[in-house]
């Protein structure tokens, strides 16, 4: 039996799984319910981490967002390897110092259990050339400067999940999944394949998020510093103020923003959400020449009816038709109308499951 321990960590929650295996694992489709699982504030990390490792585990999993460049999709980690993390996780201040947080709290309470860092881009690394280079200098370039992606944990599982449930072939079918929570993204799929993404070199490009801005014009930032922002108001800005919670100067959270429909900012937001998610699925289902599948998954994929009404409003102009009464009832599964020439899931979220398999690998 080999017990795998996963940590999820945001830049306010911390997720865990248990997955105990005592054999291979079923299809990256078929998950298991977890064997233990928690939810928690950052806050609370260290006493719900104590829980978690009360029962012995056999390794420790760890979702990171921005690794070194060069690194593998999945490595042990080590006091060398946490320091060049740390350095590399300044693109992505949000959610990697929390998991080297929790990395260093299961230190303390297990030292002889091993841990890995599992990237959370290594499954966009098929993007062709076009999709991961900039308008730049090509010296730029060459020193890594280039659109990574993230969620992939997400992305992958959602297309292989939603195949599953669509009844598609994952090797030939046309796939975009929308991974929508507090950070989202969308990714183009072809034959299980990411070929492009909507996040770039860092978790700030793309999708208006929950408190981050997504893809703003680089000359208004030239403006912004011009005037006297400094690079790191500049930064706490966009990471932190701007998004949802900028547009509406209500709240960040979906919710809020849905039940406060007598405030126009409130509206706002929300119309601004949804006209850059059907742009964007829009441009991806022409980057794979058409599309099959539509996948929706994360907190606001799974749970927010009426953002994926807006997402598919007018239907993409390719015919993609919800089903409002199974888009009303659905927690997973097909959510398209009969008519509609493009199948559409909502998938549940298992970046937990997907942690499980590579720890799993990594020990094989």
């Known amino acids: 039996m080999t017990?795998?321990?996963t940590v999820n960590a945001g830049s306010t929650s911390l997720k865990l799984e248990r997955y105990d295996f005592a054999a291979a694992p079923p299809p990256l489709a078929d998950p298991p319910a977890p064997a233990y699982a928690a939810q928690t504030t950052a806050a609370e990390?260290?006493?719900v981490l104590a829980q978690a490792v009360a029962e012995p585990v056999d390794v420790v999993a760890h979702r990171f967002?921005?690794?070194p460049d060069g690194a593998p999709a999945i490595f042990r980690l080590d006091r060398s390897a946490d320091e060049k993390i740390a350095q590399a996780g300044a693109d992505a201040p949000l959610h990697d110092a929390p998991a080297l947080r929790a990395v260093d709290i299961l230190n303390k309470l297990c030292p002889d259990v091993p841990q890995f860092a599992v990237s959370d881009s290594a499954f966009h690394r098929t993007m062709p050339p076009a999709a991961t280079t900039y308008a730049i200098p090509a010296e730029l370039t060459r020193q890594g400067l280039r659109r990574l992606g993230y969620h992939g944990l997400s992305h992958e599982y959602a297309a292989h999940r939603g195949c599953t449930l669509a009844g598609l072939d994952i090797k030939s079918a046309r796939v975009v999944t929308a991974h929508l929570g507090g950070g989202s993204s969308l990714c183009a799929v072809r034959g299980g394949a990411s070929v492009d993404t909507t996040m770039g070199y860092t978790p700030l490009e793309g999708l208006p998020m929950a408190t981050r801005s997504g893809s703003v014009d680089p000359g208004l930032l030239i403006h912004l510093l011009r005037a006297g922002t400094s690079v790191g108001a500049l930064e706490e800005m966009l990471e932190r103020r701007s998004g949802l919670l900028g547009m509406s100067a209500l709240s960040e959270d979906v919710r809020v923003l849905l039940a406060a429909s007598d405030n126009p900012a409130a509206r706002l937001a929300l119309d601004v959400l949804g006209w850059r998610l059907r742009a964007s699925?829009?441009?991806?289902?022409?980057?794979?020449?058409?599309?099959?599948?539509?996948?929706?998954?994360?907190?606001i994929g799974e749970h927010a009816v009426s953002i994926r009404s807006a997402a598919l409003d007018g239907g993409l102009g390719l015919g993609a038709q919800l089903n409002e009464q199974r888009n009303a009832k659905a927690t997973e599964g097909r959510i398209e109308s009969d008519t509609s020439t493009v199948a559409v899931c909502v998938v549940t979220a298992r970046e937990g499951w997907q942690l499980a398999r590579a720890a799993l690998s990594a020990l094989a």
């Open 65 to 67: 967002v921005r690794l």
């Open 281 to 299: 699925l829009g441009a991806l289902a022409a980057v794979l020449g058409g599309v099959d599948l539509i996948v929706f998954t994360g907190g």
């Open 45 to 47: 990390a260290e006493r």
């Open 3 to 5: 017990r795998v321990l």
